[in-house]
C-alpha cells in the first residue's frame, strides 16, 4: 500500500494502448472489494493515451487493477508476427487540484519481455483528505520561491530588471 499522500483525493489514469486495446480495462476498488470506478480500452487507437480523471468517494484504501484478458498485458509489439509494432504503458498518479502529487503505478510494456505478461497487476493507494498540501510560490526564478511548495498561491516575488539608476 502506498502511504497516503497529502490531500490526494482525485485520481489519474493514463493507459497508451498497445495494438489490441480491446484487451485492456482498469478498475479502482475500496477497501472491501466493490469497484467504485472502472474502464475499458474498447477500440481506442494503438500508441494515443487515454486519460482519466476520477475523483476518489471518500478516504480510505483502494487498490488499482490494470486488466488484460488476452494475459500479454500492454507489450503487445513484442508480437511482431502479427504486425503490431506498439508497446502500450500505463501510468495511476494522485492529483491535488490538477498537480501530480505521487506517480502509484507505472508499467512500460517492452518487446520481448515476457516477465511483463499479465492478466492482472494490482498495487495499494490510500486517500487521505485530512493531510495538507504545502502552498507557495512554485516558480524557481522567482525570489521566494519555495521547493516543498506542491500548489502555488500566486505569491511569487520577482526581481525588477528595468530600473534606470542614472536618471
Known amino acids: 500500500i502506498e502511504p497516503a499522500v497529502p490531500a490526494a483525493n482525485t485520481i489519474e489514469v493514463t493507459i497508451t494502448p498497445d495494438c489490441w486495446a480491446n ?6 476498488r475500496d477497501a472491501g472489494g466493490s469497484v467504485v470506478v472502472s474502464a475499458s480500452m474498447s477500440d481506442e487507437p494503438a500508441g494515443i493515451p487515454v486519460t ?3 475523483p476518489m468517494p471518500g478516504d480510505g484504501c483502494y487498490t488499482f487493477h ?5 494475459g500479454d498485458g500492454l507489450n503487445g509489439c513484442q508480437w511482431v508476427g502479427d504486425e503490431c509494432f506498439t508497446c502500450g504503458s500505463a501510468t495511476v498518479r494522485s492529483l491535488v487540484e ?8 507505472e508499467l512500460t ?7 511483463l505478461q499479465y492478466f492482472e497487476k494490482i498495487v495499494g493507494f490510500e486517500v487521505n483528505s485530512m493531510l495538507t498540501v504545502d502552498e507557495g510560490c512554485t516558480d524557481p526564478l522567482a525570489f521566494n520561491f519555495d ?5 502555488d498561491d500566486g505569491s511569487c516575488v520577482y526581481f525588477v530588471t528595468t530600473c534606470d539608476f542614472l536618471g
Open 23 to 28: 484487451e485492456v480495462s482498469w478498475e479502482i
Open 52 to 54: 482519466w480523471i476520477e
Open 66 to 70: 490494470l486488466l488484460d484478458s488476452w
Open 98 to 105: 490538477d498537480v501530480t502529487v505521487t506517480t502509484i503505478f
Open 109 to 115: 510494456g517492452e518487446a520481448n519481455n515476457f516477465e
Open 147 to 151: 521547493p516543498n511548495a506542491l500548489i
